[in-house]
């Protein structure tokens, strides 16, 4: 019996939780009662017939064995009338346990107002018995507000409640949003003289509005721990997190009592607001404390630390937990999962059966999301088999990450087969799964699919789903489709149109080069309310960027600006990658300055994209020394500087780069052994070169591309190596295209022979009849070996073809003007000024023994005629330029379209001796820097 009774106790105290045991519990026919009674205080006025606690409510001791006890008599109740009768004649017998058993048969039988009426006028009014009754009336079908409508009803009939009931009530309109009722209560409790209470802070807070809270908090004299643990949450729930803080930290010197769930909640917003440092101090406190035991609270550590970034602080609380539950292993789990660090995230797998916690579905899932996130498809399609044969069935979220692994590598059989899966086990009522799989089959590029999955889907086609299948539409380059089922969206799906519809369109006729359509998407947007955000005008940039659309894209950019659209990491990196290939310095260190005004510096793809702009405009110190600064480098960021020393032809800076690469544990992929063969090539490493090409297959198993063949074939070429080279072209795994023949022709040109020449030339006629260069190539190879007749039928050929000679063109950018010098065509305004100041240079060169080197012009014209001509290069011109217009240290940055002649390469090396400044010349992929008389190439172009 006694058991039995502090059961009960504990039914009382949870009130609701335990509500199948308790009727059983309380079965037993003959129950000995011996509890204390207690009495309750409630007077009334007047009473009503209706009522049956209009009886005394006050009871005595008594536990008369004359009658059976009223729990049994209840029980046995089959109909309202008999629990109606039990309660009127044992209403002596009852007693706070007894009156809680009595309450549940009147809601059993939907009598919401006897079971109120004893809840208000005869019932203990703690915080968890009024919390269990709601519960209660909840659980019986019936409608909670009524609660407060009996009670209003009984202040009608003129029950007068004392204030502990209204407190009470109180709180019950603050959990039901009853803002009306609780300004009444509040004007009762100002008649009892009740001014200040946490339950009125709370009711304020939580109704009304958090200020009010925050200033009845302020100037409540005496604040116990209820109220301080209060006004921390009601601050949390309303968005003021750093108030909550600071709040909490001001607890910390009053004696208040943390309540566990506060700090937990805390934790949770530190999580999702980013607050890592009150996070680290809530930590501070969690120990101070002594909340280290508590597991729910470590559960929310791990979790704040790894959402913020701190991955290893979320291990060392995992480590040091001495009781962990399967919360805390799918906690740590899914922090490294969320990482991508799957392969950590097995490791823990494996530790958590060894501890004999079995991962439940919430552990898959979160490991089948990170194989998700790093597109390892294999490692996901493991994880589902093992999650089968522990007797799982995968459910909607695992299926989406698994149709997301799948969709990046393209695998659409076995998206295909995902698919059956859906349609067995009728996951397809899951919105989110058919949308994923509208996506899989977008990005597979099965968008027949894709519209099939669509079209089933009926009324339950959500925004995402018509947002899937218009952005594949757009994607695929179907624009005009994606425009016309857009308006079907809105027409039939009743849809209107968001952000992400419009942006779909945007990327789509940006993508296909038509810039002007995409910019008046844009202003069809904000015609339908619908604002441009920094996606839409980041999508015309990359179409742009993509395009080689590189002045309109600088147009793009500053019409962003004006229309006050902040730029965030993407739209800075696709600005940087065009600035980059514009060779434009000044503007991308502008650009740099605003990232490090907006500490975008700290992305690694911004900082990457800073490196590749330096390299691309030949400041390869300031590419180094951002390089070293970047944290955690992401291989692309590897691969860049590579690229860098590559392009200056610096082979040692290059391969070392590389081989600190392997040291920080990163695999080398494809654009890798891009860069690091482009190093081999352009410094003439031809044995490390097959090195590299050998060691790119046999170890790191990356597949030989035509760029990689091609970087192979201008490696052995230029180094001399013709016949290595035209053995490796006719060896070669793919079929050699224009790319590795045009190699091959320059390979021949800069050693003069014709006879593998005309091989070339002869394949590249068929493969690329309309590339200029080539033409030219020929026609300075035979010029130099002055076969005039055989030059002349080149330029026949030429013309028959329709091909035009490419312009020569290079540029410098002085302030913000880039000034370009052509060839042919329309002179520089100062053309004066520069011929005057070169001729000058010329005779101080020649005073220190300079020659022109007049082979480099191909014409059958006389010397002083060719030396005339070589004057006349429009690198030349570029460079003499910025001597004169631009004063001071900083080296001169010439761009040039076609490859620099020997005698401009001399030239060069001689002024920055007479004028003791660096240049800094581009050609294509290829930078040289002058500096003392020496280019970085060591004259190896
Ligand atoms: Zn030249
Ligand atoms: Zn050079």
Redesign the pocket.
Known sequence: MENLSVTLRHCYTSFSLHKPNRRYLVKPASYNYTQTRFSLDIKHESSSESLPTSVSLAFSSSSSELFPHPLTELSRCDDLASVKAVHARTMRKFDRFDLEWLISRYLEFGELGYASAIFFMGFPRNQVSWMGFLREVESFGLEKHRVLEEFVQLQSKGVNFDEVVLVMVLRICTVLMNQLLGFVIHGGLIKRGVVRSDALMGFYGRCVSSDIANKMFDEMPDRDDLAWNEIVMLNLRSGKWEKAVRLFREMQFSSAKVYDRMMVKLLQVCSNQGGLEEGRQIHGYVLRLGFEGNVLMCNSLIVMYSRNGELGSSRKVFDLMKDRNLSSWNSIVSSYTAYGYVDDAMDLLEEMERCGFKPDIVTWNSLLSGHAFKGLYKGAIAILKRMQVSGLKPNSSSITSLLQAIAEPGLLKLGKAIHGYVIRNQLWYDVYVETTLIDMYVKTGCLPYARMVFDTMDEKKNIVAWNSLISGLSYAGLVQDAEALMSKMEKEGGIKPDAVTWNSLVYGYAACGKTEKALDVIENMKKNNVKPNVVSWTAILSGCSKNGDFRNALKVFRKMQEEGVCPNSATISTLLRILGCLSLLHSGKEVHCFCLKNNLIRDAYVATALVDMYTRSGDLRSASELFRSVENKPLASWNCMIMGHAMF?QGQEGIAVFNKMLEAGLEPDAITFTSVLSVCKNSGLVREGWEYFDLMRSRYGVTPSIEHCSCMVEMLGRSGYLDEALDFIQTMPLKPDATIWGAFLSSCKIHRDLELAEVAWKRLQVLEPHNSANYMMMINLYSYLKRWEDAERIRDSMRSHRVRVEDLWSWIQIDQRVHVFYAEGKAHPDEGGIYFELYRLVSEMKKSGYVPDTRCIHQNISEAEKEKLLLGHTEKLAITYGLIRKKGLDPIRVVKNTS?CSDC?TV??YITVLRNREIV?QEGS?I???KDGK???????
Do not use: V
């Not at 280019?935 to 172009?941: I, K, Q």
């Open positions: 032809g620099i390469h060069a090396k010349l290829r040289h820097h002058f280019c970085s190439c060591s004259d190896s172009w």
